[in-house]
């Protein structure tokens, strides 16, 4: 199967008081139709910079570098006419904070038809029927009643459905769905997150979830990549990540999730704080909070290798934490 | 459980809680009646020395205001909260003073808690001298001992708040806490704001300072697995109101109660072998302004009835230490489950 996205050295800088600090370094994936990636990471590791560089959303004086392989084409060098289809048609996104997203002054009802009229051929009738099935797809009682509210009306989880909503009105071949839950009550965060494996299945659409919380990533993606300090540090399937981390990082964070069964038990924490990108550690950036390091470690930046089909990571020493065994197993 | 264990130090009897929305002139003029949250609805528990309280539910279910009125930060509109047996809101000058020093509260906000322009020193010092815990030359050694409780380096205490990271900012609040030597501390989405990784330092630190100092903890959190962790017995809040408590154990194995079930179903499980797609609970919260008649969960519940529309539940016991609150007495009995698997 062909990748639906590509992503290739992705290198996004900002430049700051402290010189250009480079918040992606180096990201690399790939989202196949109908699959659900998770890009996981602690606050600040680049994962919202990843997907506003994929649709070219970072404004200057920042800085995106390498390719995004968009059917074929890459969304870093067509032209901005071309890539407005594209963005908010093909590629949908939804947003951490849905009311910036949203415009606070126009019925939802409106907004989800702006969408269509921009994407579709819909005539005005058609598009009036399609915002209505649309809101009924997102599970929004009384939908036909709701399109004239405006987004203040509509609670946390509602609105972030109504932001589901305008962003499937193109019939969207791929999501990029930025903490879509992270603000909202658990039973809420179950809703959201099954409606867009549902809709995943219907359409067929990728998706890349980006989240901190492992257990969605373990409830709902394929496949998932770690990210630390701006770089994609391990990727694999779920399954297999879970079961055996080689990163000493993703080990460290699966460990610091309680677990049933061991209360009051110590967690297995990572010591220290992620760096700040003005300060990342030479070699490699987990060094200075990692159990396994060594010289190496200090000196030479690991680069992220296959070790086996579909696994990849970042780490001189792997195979000591593989051996070291899964937390979660 | 040893005797200590099971003693009462926090009873809340009854604990109830308005917040009165501004009378708009609209209702004012057609002489409509005030409307008020109705944050919390007769909340009535123990807790006992030693031990830690997981106290959960979604937000606005009441825990916040629960957490303030353990220590009376808030006032209760109507029932009491006792604490070794007397009611708090009868305690006045040196015991009133003792009781404040003696339940602490930390806040959810670590930025927000501490004055940003005092330096960790004074920050400590300040909470030392209100009550006189030291005599002035010993304060500077106790700073020291304090810093190095919750482990930060020495020199943290010439420094500001916002000079250190968020993990780091959430133990001087726990540091200022301890400053006073309390019995218990009253802890609301302690770790909440912190990332992962440092959450796990914090929640470590947390039960080593318990066994340490012999603290009763309350312990407020939306996240079902870090109370299960660290909770010797749950309280599960929905709408105002205790909807199910008993020990940890019990309670997320075999929950008693439709809510507590679905919230349970509801988080996503740490293992991907096991996934499922069914929902786990539909619709939302209803409005604290205007609570269903009969179960407050009522509105969500798959396994209501009629009586669920017309008549309250009355927290009971499932076992001596396992209560909920529905009507369905049987709901989740473990004896049931096992019949259901043999026939
Ligand atoms: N000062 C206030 N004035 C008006 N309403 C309030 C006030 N404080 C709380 N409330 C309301 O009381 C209810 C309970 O609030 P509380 O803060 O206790 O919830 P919580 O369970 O702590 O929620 P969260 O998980 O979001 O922190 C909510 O409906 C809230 O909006
Ligand atoms: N416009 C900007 N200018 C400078 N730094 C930025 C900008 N946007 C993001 N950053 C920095 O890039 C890093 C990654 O941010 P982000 O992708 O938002 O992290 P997260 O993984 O939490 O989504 C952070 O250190 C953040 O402060
Ligand atoms: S490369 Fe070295 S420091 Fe980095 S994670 Fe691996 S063992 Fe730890
Ligand atoms: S009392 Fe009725 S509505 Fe309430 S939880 Fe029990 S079964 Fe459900
Ligand atoms: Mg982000
Ligand atoms: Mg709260």
Redesign the interface.
């Known amino acids: 199967m062909i990748p639906a996205l590509e992503v290739r050295n992705l290198t996004t800088s900002f430049r700051t008081q402290n010189g250009w600090v480079k918040a992606v370094d180096n990201v690399g994936f790939e989202v196949m139709p109908g699959e659900v990636v998770g890009l996981v990471g ?2 600040g590791s680049g994962k919202s910079v990843t997907l506003h560089s994929i649709l070219r959303l970072v404004h200057a004086p920042g800085t995106v570098a390498g390719s995004v392989k968009w059917q074929g084409r890459d969304l870093l060098t067509m032209p901005e006419r071309e890539l407005r289809k594209v963005r908010g048609g093909e590629i949908a996104m939804i947003f951490q904070e849905p009311m910036t997203a949203l415009n606070p002054v126009l019925p939802v009802g409106i907004q989800i038809e702006e969408n269509l009229s921009a994407h579709t051929a819909l005539d005005g009738r058609q598009r009036a029927a399609r915002a209505r099935e649309l809101m009924d797809l997102v599970g929004i009682p009384e939908a036909a009643r709701r399109l004239k509210d405006y987004p203040h009306q509509f ?1 946390g ?2 609105r972030q459905r109504v932001m589901i909503a305008i962003a499937l009105a193109s019939g969207p071949k791929l999501l990029l769905a930025d903490e879509p839950t992270t603000a909202l ?7 959201i ?2 409606l867009i ?2 809709l995943r299945d219907e359409l067929q659409m990728g998706v890349v979830l980006v989240t ?9 993606c394929d496949r998932m990549a770690v990210m630390y300090a701006g770089r994609i540090v391990e990727t694999g399937s ?2 297999d990540v ?1 079961a055996e981390p080689h990163h000493a990082y993703t080990r ?2 699966l ?6 069964g ?3 038990t ?6 220290g ?2 760096p700040g990108l003005a300060s990342i550690p030479p070699g490699c950036s987990f060094n200075p909070r990692c159990t396994f390091a060594t010289d190496i470690c200090r000196k030479e930046t690991p680069m992220l290798a296959e070790f086996a089909p579909g696994r990849l990571v970042a780490c001189h020493h792997h195979r000591e934490v593989a051996a070291a065994g899964s937390p ?1 197993v | 459980m040893n005797a200590a264990l099971s003693q009462t130090l926090i009873a809340a009897e009854e604990v109830s809680k308005e917040f009165h929305i501004p009378h708009g002139l609209w209702r004012r003029l057609t002489g409509q009646p005030r409307l008020a949250v109705h944050a919390l609805n007769g909340v009535s528990f123990q807790i006992n020395r030693g031990e830690t309280l997981g106290i959960v539910g979604e937000s606005g279910c009441g825990k916040s205001t629960l957490a303030r009125c353990l220590v009376r930060l808030f006032d209760c509109d109507d029932g009491r909260v006792r604490f070794e047996g007397e009611d708090i809101a009868d305690l006045k000058g040196a015991d009133r003073r003792a009781f404040n020093r003696r339940v602490q509260m930390i806040f959810q906000d670590p930025y927000s808690s501490l004055n940003p322009r005092m330096r960790v020193r004074e920050i400590l010092g300040e909470a030392l001298a209100v009550h006189k815990m030291r005599p002035r030359a010993q304060i500077p050694a106790r700073i020291a001992e304090l810093l190095d409780l919750v482990r930060l380096p020495s020199d943290a205490a010439d420094k500001f708040p916002h000079e250190f990271s968020g993990g780091q900012r959430q133990r001087i609040g726990i540091a200022r806490a301890l400053a006073v030597e309390p019995d218990v501390l009253v802890a609301d989405e302690l770790v909440s704001a912190l990332d992962v990784s440092v959450q796990a330092q914090v929640v470590n630190l947390l039960l080593q300072l318990q066994e340490q100092l012999n603290l009763t903890v309350v312990f407020v959190a939306h996240d079902l697995r870090l109370v299960r962790h660290i909770s010797h017995r749950v309280a599960v809040m929905y709408l105002g109101k205790i909807v199910e408590i008993g020990p940890t154990e019990a309670l997320f194995s075999a929950p008693r109660h439709p809510y507590t079930k679905a919230l349970l179903d509801a988080a996503p499980e740490l293992d991907p072998t096991k996934r499922t797609r069914t929902v786990a609970a539909r619709g939302e919260l209803p409005s604290p302004i205007n609570l269903p008649k009969g179960c407050l969960f009522n509105t969500r519940c798959p396994h209501a009835f009629d009586r669920c529309f017309a008549e309250r539940p009355l927290l009971s016991d499932r076992t001596p230490a396992h209560k909920a609150a529905c009507h369905l007495t049987d709901f989740g009995a473990p004896s049931l489950q096992n019949l259901e698997a043999i026939s």
């Open positions: 602690e606050s609670s989880g509602m009550d658990v039973t809420i965060q179950d809703q997150l099954k494996l549902d901190h919380d492992l257990g969605v990533v373990a409830a709902t779920v399954v879970f460290g964070l460990g610091s999730v309680p677990r049933g061991a209360g009051r110590l967690l297995l924490s990572i010591e704080t992620p979660v």
